[in-house]
């Protein structure tokens, strides 16, 4: 079991730190500190404002001051645009291989790479796991688009655009499936599911060739063993730059239908203010659409994020996008899943 | 200028060999020979059954039949499933280095890593270029969403499948183009475009969350330079495998309009027998509303491949395409490209 102390630095926050706080919130692993001198002498919790997630947990600003801890790893815990390793970075990671502590990165640029990092690591005896390699055997598998095994239910986690929740949802709606008895499993494709999970493949890393292939062996090894799979989704198919992951990421998966992840209020690509979202309505009509040129994958429901609205204007925003779609919806981390699982065992009870 | 010796080795024919028809077809370089054992002694042009590709350079048996023709450079003409080097190929490469040949590949897998090749090439003091390999400018640029420059025209070569003949098609169109005295320009996207072009960006081998950036790079460099830029599309939206790299080429180009190309007859996706391709009515469909997501860019035009059919059945499939679909239709490498270009002038003329 690792012991985890988390760098955040200068970004702890829901949006800032995505993949912190969904290590905090799903990990099997213990987080023992969170790493931003900005808020160092905190509570995790406090500073997310989110009082499930971190409780106890304190901010730290160095990794000497994190040592008292006793963490086994430092996890890179907020995504640099562009996956490049800031500058600022390296003393931190260096700090953290000088006092024995593996590394856990999702770069798009590979530590183990890194002569410096590389030495450094050896050197201490300690190992670098760089989650978003792709493992050989996914990393240039063309796409068969081979049918699922008769009897298997795939769902993919759909999204209105990047960080609005899917990857939280998919993992509550299985969190949530396993406590009913269903054979259910989390397929990650993105680094923080990875972290989390153990095993998958982070999508947007792969040869651009090969990312149907690689979507398609991972969820075809796991209906091997699990009955449901609840996939990750990616990005948005209407994102100026993410299209081709989502894509290749939906046609990979070959789900059977599809949940429709949304963040309430958001009104535009997030960083690109020209681009305005679709409405929920197109939305739904635009994934079912591009899922349909392969295999027809109508969505069944809607997961909406709610985290930035109190209690009362969550439920209302609830209502509202029932009203709009018609679906059944529900907020899955603050309300519990079971509106979703219940459309779900309907609409595969139907076929 | 280069003497190419194209390696299509027990492969060369219009669809086994498609680099090497689209280099014999369409490059500025010489080609000297064709190394094929299984057709040596043959002309090229009668090997492929199309009389103006190929007409007076001999297919040979090996590279020590090819030097009296004094080649510069052994380009690798066949793609193999998946791009990786067949070990099959391996000697024939080290026979070329060691004649002081220089290489260029368009592999997925990079020659210059491979230690043997390497070795070989510096000691001969001779160059590898791997085609596909992404300039430092294109490999992590993440897409922006930038609108191209007032009165620059960019047109998508759609397609209904992998190898229908989206490239020659661009090509053609572009050297009409560029006869009519429009400043055009042909933006290659794949190994075989780039070979051709000089530039490029080999799309498929882009990591996934960078293909949207890299290409709308490419257009934009384009952009500051031509009026009409030709983009080479690939793969198709409804294709098993490749329908990220299509989907992000499409959004990276953002065209302002689409032509679609389709070869007559052809029925499935190639080596996808159990999947069949959509009408052209649905395609047009397909590829207007995957650009609609970003950016408007409706099909104002038919490019028919017919190369197996006599012209009288020719002529026919073009007159059915445009029956089907109300736009006008022609094959531009074996009729020539005006209704298209009129059609291009006329849609942006209503502009």
């Known amino acids: 079991m690792r012991r985890l102390v988390i760098l955040a630095e200068g970004r702890f926050s829901v949006h800032g730190a995505k993949t912190a706080v969904g290590v905090l919130r799903f990990s099997p692993d213990q987080t023992v500190a969170v790493l931003d001198s900005t808020h160092a002498g905190q509570d995790a919790a406090a500073v997310l404002g989110l009082p499930e997630v971190g409780a106890g ?7 000497a001051d994190a040592l008292p801890y006793g963490p086994t790893d430092l996890l890179i815990g907020i995504a640099p645009i562009g996956g490049r390793l800031p500058d600022a970075w390296r003393p931190i990671l260096l700090d953290a291989l000088a006092a024995k502590l593996n590394i856990i990165s999702g770069l798009h640029v590979f530590l183990n790479d890194d002569p410096e990092l590389q030495t450094a690591a050896a050197t201490q005896g300690v190992t670098i796991w760089d989650v978003r390699r792709p493992l050989p055997d996914y990393a240039m598998r063309i796409g068969q688009g081979t049918p699922h095994p008769a009897g298997s239910r795939t769902v ?3 999204g209105s655009d990047c960080n609005v929740g899917k990857m939280t949802e998919a993992l509550a709606l299985d969190r949530e499936a396993r406590g009913r008895g269903w ?3 989390f ?3 993105g680094q923080t599911g ?7 493949v982070a999508t947007d890393r792969v040869i651009s060739d090969f990312v149907n292939g690689a979507v398609e062996k991972l969820v075809l090894d ?3 063993e699990y009955q449901w799979i609840f996939v990750e989704g990616q990005g948005t198919l209407c994102h100026p730059a993410y299209s081709a992951v989502t894509l290749g990421l939906l046609h990979g998966a070959r789900p059977d239908v599809q949940i429709m992840c949304h963040e309430a209020g958001r009104t535009h690509i997030n960083e690109y203010p020209t681009y305005p979202l679709p409405s929920l309505r197109d939305l739904i009509t635009m994934y079912e659409t591009a899922a349909g040129w392969l295999h027809p994958a109508p969505v069944v429901g809607l997961a909406l994020n709610t985290v930035h609205l109190n209690e ?9 996008a029932t009203a709009a779609t018609g679906l059944p919806a529900t ?5 519990g899943s079971a509106p979703l699982l219940d459309a779900l065992e309907e609409w595969f009870a139907g076929q």
Chains 1, 2 share one sequence.
Do not use: K, N
């Open 222 to 224: 796991l209906a091997a």
């Open 183 to 185: 054979r259910s499993v």
């Open 57 to 63: 947990v304190p901010v730290v600003a160095s990794i």
């Open 187 to 189: 397929a990650a494709t």
């Open 312 to 320: 009362a204007d969550a439920r209302t925003a609830i209502e509202a």
């Open 194 to 200: 990875i972290m989390i999970a153990g095993v998958g």
């Open 331 to 335: 907020d899955p981390v603050r309300f």
């Open 156 to 158: 993919y986690f759909a």
